[in-house]
């Protein structure tokens, strides 16, 4: 059973900067993708950035310039550099992986396999 833990989620100032890790357990898929997602109360979960096996990077519009997705594979770790943030980012923040046969990653929520339990962020003054 993959098991997917996210921790670094925080109140900060807009403005400010947050990192968020995930630590991936028993997942020995040897292409993937792996993604962050997040979500807001009353709004459906969208897709942030995505990292393939091989390194490719997908990015939400909104965030494209201020977040920066990376792994370290010896770790086992997925992470999520978030800077100059905004009220908008605002939202739970969740890790997610899917076995997949390489290319880019999608922001399909439906796409990814196993989920996080989600980290909270706070953009607030």
């Known amino acids: 059973q993959v098991q997917l833990v996210e921790s670094g989620g925080g109140s900060v100032q807009p403005g400010g900067s947050l990192r968020l890790s995930c630590a991936a357990s028993?997942?020995?898929?040897?292409?993937?993708?792996m993604a962050w997602f997040r979500q807001s109360p009353g709004k459906e979960r969208e897709g942030v950035a995505a990292i393939s096996s091989d390194g490719r990077t997908s990015y939400l519009g909104s965030v494209k310039g201020r977040f920066t997705i990376s792994q370290d594979n010896a770790k086992n770790t997925l992470s999520l550099q978030m800077n100059s943030l905004k009220p908008e980012d605002t939202a739970m923040y969740y890790c997610?992986?899917?076995?997949?046969?390489?290319?880019?990653?999608?922001?399909?929520?439906?796409?990814?396999?196993?989920w996080g339990q989600g980290t909270q962020v706070t953009v607030s003054s």
């Open positions: 028993r997942y020995t898929y040897s292409s993937y993708c």
């Open positions: 997610a992986a899917a076995p997949v046969g390489g290319g880019w990653c999608s922001l399909l929520p439906q796409l990814y396999d196993y």
